[in-house]
Structure formats: structure tokens, C-alpha cells
């Protein structure tokens, strides 16, 4: 019997459409679930992906140092026992190499690749309200005619890449971390340029400095960091935590947020002495657990995130000695409190500007003006000559991917058009004006922020792949949200967030990395498990805040 995608690749520039119940945009984590799904539940679906395989997130971040920050055994799918126990992770932070082998290994488990067309960009989707079906184009010519749209296009996988004026002009590589070079890239020797210390920057940086001829760091914003420690398993460790599957399956999506640990501990309730024992034993674990399982109320309580901050600083401090580095490296009060930002994982990098090789820049009060041939030039006309830019200058987080498709409602309503005014969903799963188009990892939904996000999008995929059951079940052919439906989600996310000091803060959480963008937090921080809840009784309601046709 001929697939979809065989059908697709047939009918290639034709303009005969390939009907379909649905086409799952997307094929990383949650669009190879989303596609398993639905083809267990007898629809005729397919997925494309601008990539040339498996992978999402890990096929195009490649770069040297890229890997885990959540733990490998709970970075994994839970719905399988035997799929979770058929892999054997090497290391509790496993490299982007390794990770991209799961993901191989999870599609030819479960036989994806038959279903998925690759090296296909969705261009646009327009709805046809008098059919309530979805035209999908793509750029390569395909056309899809589909009841169901579902966007797993990922968080944080629109690039930020074009930041600076004469970038084409530079005459060496250049390049955004997200879009690395899949050939070998020679390093050694070169005068190389990092813009950017988020997550990303990081990881480069550290894994790199010793490669190079000359590395040149431009930094802005200077960032809270935490010691990764990362042991390799052995047939033991691979055990043990197996052993667990039970444990993690039915801990994991009730956390606050996704991960194994939790907010145990209240800060009023224990003395100096016991709240420093705290914030020693979760800083030593190597992994987020300060962050994420030491004191709720850093994220609530000014005086609280300022003494948890300092604690932070003060074991940055110690490891990095100059003073001219710490003021450009570690974080100053009331710049920002610890975990309001992305809280990167680090080996040993703020060693690494101790190297003679490694020099650090500051770009806050003298910016990057423009790229020249020889390299980037500074506010104060300072040239530093380069061979290699490499720009960890981050994402349009959260609505950057589904907003890049000319996607069109009801009425001819332009997805891109209304987040460019106001971001609104409903439960981060729908928006009103856009019949049966569901999405993962979209904003107002645990997403990239305060979240492991296999735990969140295996969550969102199975609540998208119910609802389409009970609406068949019901028989019914079309669901949105209606506008008060996704007025009372919005309203509740923004008193959640409005409670939290990432609010008060500019970042990519807030969407403050992108000009022009609306303002608000983009992932719901009212808990996994809260958003879990809040999902499941308004689906045990009859979908209360949608309507069916």
C-alpha cells in the first residue's frame, strides 16, 4: 500500500493535493510521538521536517559541547517500558552524538521513517472553514489536504541568525550555533570569535578554548552558572535506573517541574545554618537541582533570590579569582536573581578565561556596531580581527517556529500577524480563530523554561491526540477554543507569572531578545503537574473552553 509520503513524493510539484486526517509538523521529540500516536489510532497521517532525518533540536545543534542538562534516564519517552529499557545511555549528560543515536533508535523502534518526509519546509497552512480542513504548502513544491495540523516545531529552533549589519560580508565562516556546519570545521589555530554566554555560548566556549588559536568572547549579559558533574554508567548505574521506570513514570509528570526532584524544603521554616546546608548539598549534586528542587520562593521573594544569588556568586567568585573577570563574568546585584534566567550547566568555563589563549569582551556599554571583512567591529570603532564567527545569539523562543509559516485562520486570520500584536493561546495546545490546529511547546504551555521537556510534550502530545479521539468519538469533525476559553487561560497564566520574579526580568522567557516582540512570559510557571491537572479537567469537562462542530 502506497504511504502518504511515498504518495507526497509522487505527486511532487503537481499541485495535486495528498489528503490526509492529519500532518504533524516537525519530527524531534514531540512530533515522532505525536505521529506514533495518531498512526496507532488508525488516522492517515504524516509528518515533514526541514531536516534531512530524525532529530528536531538534536539534529541541528551539533555544535562542539552540545548535550543534556536534564538527566539522560529521565530524558526519555515513558509510554514503553521496553522502548525506555532498550536504550542504554553512557554518561548522566550524554553529548549531542549519543542523543542523536536515541532518537535514531527510538524511529526505527517504533518504524517512523515511512511516515516522515524530510528536507521539507512547511512555507503555509490555510484554513478552509466551509470544508474544516487545513491546506498545507510547501516549499518544495508539496500540498497537503489535512483535517488536523499539529505544529511540533519545536521551542527554541527559530534562530536568531542575522543580528548584526555587514554579516555577509565577513570573509571567513559565520554562522549561528543552531545551523553548525554538518562538514568538519577546522578550529585549530584559528582566531576564533564567540558572541554570545547563554547555554549554548557556554558549552562552545568551554569545549573549544583548547582547540583554538585565539578565542575572543563577546559578552553582554553576564550569567549565573552551575558545575556539571558527569559520571560515566556502568552495567551497575544502567541498573539502577531502570529499575526505576515505575518510579519516573509516575513521578516525573507530577513535579513542579518535569524532573525527578522537587521543592522540598521552605525557606522560613529553617534556620541560616540549615538553608546554607541546602543550597551546599543541591550546588554539589551537579546538575539543576538548586535551581529546580532547592527553594521555591527564590522565584517569588526578593530577599530570598538575593541570598540565594549571592550564594551562587560567591562560589563563582572563588573560582575565578581576577577581579577584572568577575566583573565582567559574574552577575552583580540587582541585575538579576538566580533562575530567572536559563541556568546553564558548565565544565570547568569560567576556568577556561584563565587560558592565554582566551580573551573576554564586554559588549554592554561598548556593542557590537557591525561585521567586517577582517572581523567584528565595536561601538568605539575597535576591530578585532577573526577567522571564524560563531554566534550563539539565542532564539525567537516559543512562537518564533510557527510563526515563520504563513499560517492563516478563520477568516483569513495570519497566526504570525496576531502573536506579533499579543501572544495568546489556550493552554499553549490551540489558538481561538484556528480550527483544528494544535501545537507543542508553543508559549503559555510548560515550554524551554522550568521544564524537562520530554516530560511536558509527552503530556501535550497524548492530551492533542485525545482530544482528536473524543471529538471523532463524538462525531464531530471540527474544535477550537472559544474567546472566552482562551481569555480565562491567558488570565490565568499571566496571574501565575505576574506572581513570579521572571516577570520582572528581561530575557528570552519574557521575550525581550527579539525587538518588537510582545511581552510576557512565555511558558506557563504554575507547574508541571498543576498544567497536567488543569489540562486533564478541562478535557474531563467536555473540553470546557472550547466548542465542537
Known sequence: METAVVRAQRQRGSGQPV????????????????????????????????????GGTWYWNRYPGAKFDSESYIYQYLFDEALYKGWTWSERFPAQPEIERWMHYIADRLDLRRDILFST?????????????????????????AQFVIGCTGMLSAPLENRFPGQASFRGPIFHTARWPRETLDLQGKRVGVVGIGATGI?????????????????????????????????????????RFDELRSNLPQ???????????????????QRLAILEETHADG???LWLASFAEMFFDEAVSEEIS????????????????????????????????????ETNYLEVYHRPNVTAVSVRDNPIQEIVPEGIRLADGTVHDLDIIILATGFDAGSGALARIDIRGRDGRSLAQEWGRDIRTTYGLAKEGFPNLFMTGAPLAPSAALCNMTTCLQQQTEWISRCIRDLRAAGKSVIEPTPQGEEDWVRHHDEVANQNLISRTNSWYVGANVPGKPRRVLSYTGG??????????????????????
Open 19 to 54: 489528503v490526509l486526517d492529519a500532518l504533524v509538523i516537525g519530527a524531534g521529540v514531540a512530533g515522532l510521538y505525536e505521529l506514533y500516536q495518531l498512526r496507532r489510532d488508525g488516522l492517515t497521517v504524516a509528518a515533514v521536517d526541514t531536516a534531512g532525518d530524525v
Open 121 to 145: 519546509t512547511v512555507a503555509s497552512a490555510e484554513y478552509d472553514a466551509g470544508r474544516g480542513r487545513w491546506m498545507v504548502r510547501t516549499k518544495e513544491g508539496d500540498v497537503f489536504d
Open 203 to 243: 558549552q562552545v566556549i568551554q569545549t573549544i578554548a583548547d582547540r583554538v588559536g585565539e578565542l575572543t568572547v563577546f559578552i553582554r549579559t553576564p550569567q549565573y552558572v552551575l558545575p556539571m558533574k558527569n559520571p560515566k554508567y556502568g552495567p551497575e548505574d544502567e541498573r539502577a535506573y531502570k529499575a
Open 255 to 273: 513535579t513542579f517541574t518535569g524532573f525527578e526532584y522537587d521543592f522540598q524544603h521552605q525557606w522560613a521554616a529553617l534556620n541560616p545554618e
Open 287 to 289: 546538575s539543576l537541582k
Open 310 to 345: 549571592e550564594f551562587v556568586r560567591g562560589k563563582m567568585r572563588d573560582r575565578l579569582k581576577d577581579p577584572a573577570l568577575i566583573d565582567l563574568l559574574v552577575p552583580k546585584s540587582g541585575d538579576y536573581g538566580f533562575g530567572t534566567h536559563r541556568v546553564p550547566l
Open 528 to 549: 508541571v503537574g498543576t498544567y497536567r491537572r488543569k489540562c486533564d479537567e478541562a478535557a474531563n469537562d467536555g473540553y470546557r473552553g472550547f466548542q465542537m462542530a
